[in-house]
């Protein structure tokens, strides 16, 4: 450890400023987690530990309904995304003599480059053009389009990953086209899959901007209900119901994460 | 080895979505920032330059245009913190990312992990917390007047500080990652011969680290302020409504305002932004390969 | 010993035969037009540096690439219209490109199982092989749990495993250490022996070349320099690129005065005349005598040719030295085998005289 003062690599302090970084990153998190447990009826003054607030929130008809929209919106949005996007990638990556692979890229990229607000007024636009009215509908259609560059970047990466020799092998040893991909390519790029289905439904999830501009149609999603309560009042409920999603997003955050490390 | 007609019907069902629910409807944008308000919202298809008129000028009492920069302030101020913003999240992220770039095994991991995973939690969520801790009775109000530090500090919210803290808090993942990869790419042994060759650590940080990062930090630039000039959030709940950003301004126009020609104007505004960020990168892109070249 | 090979290649069929081939990737001339054949039960080498089209023309053959020009055809059949999963071919790759995720029971089961093999014969073969190649007891590991070696033994394996009409092997030496690959060299020799399938093998380096082939085709430059037996490449290479790509030599630049048949008169640098076979020479102009370093002796005033010269770079390797000896203005390469022990050799400075025989020396045109 005495070479630890002439190592070329290190800075003083930097090790001070990383735990502050960490500190900050973390503390709005465990502030909410923390008040979730708090007796009192005000959301940031502790009143002792309860459990009460876990209690009226699962009770919640309004908060179960927006659940619910936003878990249907999310998995049909996130299947059909990753399906799309998996087809996508492996013409990009794999695909011979592709026209225009640069500007094919982008544009199935294209909902990364423009901030999501503007996203949002291009769907509303075009919902009161063709009349649709059915709210759930266009928030799938809305939330499909946004998630396919999420699901297709971890893709590609897999993809580009991958040698080009396994399949060559599998042609090599008499596996015609289907066979090869089903049994050699799928297998080998399935966490990126995987990675790229979470990464978008987390995504749709978590998605406030479109939902509430699409609003009018009365399907509530999660996000904008919390919104609203935010709206009326800071309440413990509240810092529940915040806890209970900081808790699924880490176990899906855990999962994607452990898939995409794993080679 | 051949798919006949695979590399046509693999890439048509992403192109198609993303033709008729962004490309077409950008274009639809357009064409209503130069219509009508309709009487009772919405809007009609008769040409006006109304909207972009709008952005600057009120009209006054005896229908006479004045220069009015409400909207230009707004602008303005996105435009401020969304820069402001990048800055931060790079000046927070390269120390960082160096930081867990330099560790080993298992712990490297472990960081990497922990960097990314706030980036999973729900945005709103994510927000909302800090007006738990910024509001009046708050977490660093309570704290500090129960300790007789300060009384009576009451709220740190609704100003430009607060959506600064915000804004960083929820993009400055999107800095990290970039700016890890570059510097995780950088081969240890040109650090080391800087340092042979007689350059400090700080002169080794500017004249070797930061030039080779340069790529990831652009990178990582272009990720966190594209959605910063679009926040929505991180302004409504932390701005009070009264500091708006482009984004609220939006919104607005097709929420309670109904003014859908000069929300679609304001978005082409942003739209132009965007592409001016993105037309300036491209180029920097393009005159970095010919001096490579 | 080119009439024995012609004895021995006379009645067999031909397994592979490249038929005006060429190859462009974009403007880049891969390979310019090759044509020759070869033989059933052959082991057969293409051999060249790297960028000479060498793997190029075996993924043509696999069928990952699809010649610009020409035919290849397998067992006298044209295949070029056929994907690679239809070419009763099999490779090993560089890369082994073993699947990671089936076990090594799967992996060399896979092409039995796409060609539709029932089970009970899968199950045999595949034993079989693991057999041959003494993996018995590694059948349910996965290859990420393997050594280079075994990796390199379990591609064979999974590559002969379907009974291919020819066994495509790329560079696949290239990834094991040394003593490993000299063993790979016998194994692989005993494997063509035993299976009597026809092995096509590339590679870079001249001495696995020269270990294992039966035949060898030199390429360089995207055109076929020279096939022949091993000898035959060695000791009558049939050009400049030939001969400095294979071994070691000395070029001299030298006068051709008369030309008879395949012998040639030339005027050395050293000032006598030599008559040697030729390679197109032609008469009264230059070419170069390729003058292998082990065919001079030092200290040989019996032989046909002698001079005298300064001994200037002396290195010692073990089995021989090496010494550049300045003769007149050229500087001439000589190894001499370290086989006695009552001798220490020549020191830099001494001036020592020259031999070889004329009838070791090639004249090449320039």
Redesign the interface.
């Known amino acids: 450890m005495g070479g630890a003062k002439t190592d070329v690599k290190r800075y003083p302090g930097l090790g001070l400023f990383v735990v502050l970084f960490f500190f900050y990153l973390y503390l709005p998190i465990a502030v909410v987690v923390f008040f979730s447990f708090n007796a009192s009826k005000l959301a940031s003054i502790w009143g002792g530990f309860s459990m009460r607030w876990y209690e009226s929130a699962l009770q919640n008809d309004a908060l179960l309904d927006a659940v619910k929209t936003s878990l249907t919106v999310a998995t049909v949005a996130s299947l059909v995304a990753t399906t799309v996007a998996l087809m996508a990638a492996l013409v990009l990556v794999r695909g011979k003599g592709v026209k225009f692979r640069k500007t094919s890229e982008t544009i199935v990229n294209l909902p990364l480059f423009l901030p999501e607000v503007v996203l949002a007024v291009a769907v509303l636009l075009l919902f009161s053009n063709i009349g649709l009215q059915q709210g759930v509908t266009k928030l799938i259609i809305a939330h499909t389009t946004f998630c396919i560059p999420f699901a297709f970047l971890p893709i590609r990466a897999r993809l580009q990953g991958m040698t080009l020799d396994l399949e060559e092998a599998a042609q090599d040893l008499y596996a015609g086209p289907w066979t090869t991909f089903r049994k050699v390519t799928l297998p080998t790029i399935a966490p990126g899959v995987f990675a790229g289905a979470m990464l978008a439904f987390v995504i749709s999830m978590d998605d406030f901007i479109t939902s509430v501009m699409l609003n009018a149609g009365g399907a509530t999603t999660l996000p904008v209900y919390i919104f609203s309560l935010i709206r009326s009042g800071v309440s413990p409920e509240l810092n529940a119901i915040s806890t209970l999603i900081i808790l699924v997003s880490l176990v899906l955050a855990s999962i994607a994460l452990a898939l995409q490390r794993r080679s | 080895m051949k798919r006949p007609g695979f590399n046509f019907w693999g890439l048509l069902p992403a192109q198609l979505i993303m033709l008729l629910t962004m490309i077409i409807p950008i274009g639809i944008i357009v064409v209503v920032s130069f219509s009508t308000r309709g009487a009772y919202g919405g809007f009609d298809y008769i040409f006006s330059l109304e909207s972009y008129q709008r952005l600057l000028f009120s009209v006054g009492w005896t229908d006479e245009l004045e220069f009015n920069p409400q909207y230009l302030l707004i602008i303005g101020r996105t435009i401020l913190l969304a820069a402001t913003t990048t800055a931060i999240c790079l000046l927070i992220s390269f120390p960082a990312a160096y930081f867990i770039a330099q560790r080993q095994g298992q712990l490297k991991v472990i960081l990497l992990y922990l960097v990314t995973l706030p980036f999973w939690v729900s945005m709103i969520v994510r927000v909302y917390a800090w007006l738990i801790i910024l509001g009046k009775n708050g977490v660093i109000d309570g704290t500090l007047s129960k300790l007789g530090i300060v009384d009576n500090l009451g709220s740190l919210l609704f100003n430009n500080g607060a959506m600064l803290v915000g804004l960083v808090y929820s993009y400055v993942p999107l800095m990290i990652l970039p700016v890890y990869a570059s510097i995780e790419k950088l081969d240890p042994a040109l650090i080391e011969a800087s340092h042979d060759l007689y350059g400090g650590r700080w002169k080794t940080l500017f004249r070797v680290i930061a030039p080779l990062c340069k790529p990831g930090m652009v990178a990582g630039a272009v990720l966190v302020f594209i959605p910063s000039l679009g926040a929505v959030i991180e302004p409504m709940l932390l701005g009070g409504g009264k500091k708006m950003m482009m984004g609220n301004l939006i919104l607005n126009q097709f929420g309670m305002d109904r003014n859908w020609p000069f929300g679609a104007a304001v978005a082409v505004v942003m739209m132009g932004l965007v592409m001016a960020v993105m037309i300036l990168n491209a180029l920097r892109a393009a005159r970095k390969q010919a001096e490579t070249a | 010993m080119s009439g024995t090979l012609a004895d021995k290649t006379a009645d067999r069929g031909k397994s592979v035969e490249i038929k005006a081939v060429s190859k462009r990737f974009g403007s880049f001339e891969a390979l310019k037009t090759v044509s020759f054949d070869i033989y059933d039960n052959e082991f057969f080498t293409l051999l060249g540096p790297s960028g000479c089209g060498k793997t190029t023309l075996l993924r043509m053959i ?3 690439e699809r010649p610009t020009g020409g035919d290849i055809a397998l067992k006298g059949k044209n295949i070029d219209s056929l ?4 070419r009763r ?3 090993v ?3 082994y ?5 089936m076990t090594l029971e799967e992996n060399i089961g ?2 039995l199982q ?2 539709g093999w029932d089970k009970e014969r899968q199950r045999e073969r595949v034993w079989q092989m693991l057999q041959m190649v003494h993996m018995q007891e590694f059948r349910l590991r996965k290859p990420t749990q393997l050594s280079g070696g075994q990796r390199q033994r379990i591609a064979l394996a ?2 002969l495993a ?1 009974e291919p009409e020819v066994l495509l092997l790329d560079e696949p030496l290239s990834a094991l250490d040394l003593k490993l690959r000299q063993a790979m060299r016998n194994e692989l020799q005993a494997l063509q022996r035993q299976t009597g399938i026809t092995f096509i093998f590339v590679t870079h380096d001249q001495q696995e070349a020269m270990d294992m082939s039966d035949r060898i085709c030199v390429l360089g430059d995207g055109q076929v320099q020279q096939l022949g037996t091993p000898r035959e490449i060695y000791e009558d290479p049939a050009n400049r690129f030939v001969a400095d790509f294979i071994g070691e030599s000395n070029f001299l630049a030298v006068n051709v005065l008369s030309v008879a048949g395949d012998k040639a008169k030339v005027r050395t640098p050293f000032g006598f005349d030599i008559e040697a076979r030729q390679k197109a020479a032609q008469p009264k102009t230059r070419a170069m005598l390729s003058l292998r370093p082990e065919k001079i002796t030092i200290g040989d005033r019996g032989a046909a040719a002698t001079m005298e010269g300064e001994i200037i770079q002396q290195n010692y390797l073990g089995t021989h030295s090496q010494y550049v000896v300045r003769v007149g203005e050229t500087d001439v390469l000589v190894t001499s085998a370290n086989d006695r022990n009552d001798t220490m050799g020549y020191e830099v400075g001494e001036t020592v005289s020259l031999g070889f025989d004329p009838a070791s020396a090639r004249v090449l045109g320039e």
């Open positions: 696999a069928g990952f994907p690679p999963h239809k071919v099999n490779t790759f560089q890369s490109a073993l699947f990671p995720h896979f092409g796409n060609l999974r590559a379907p």
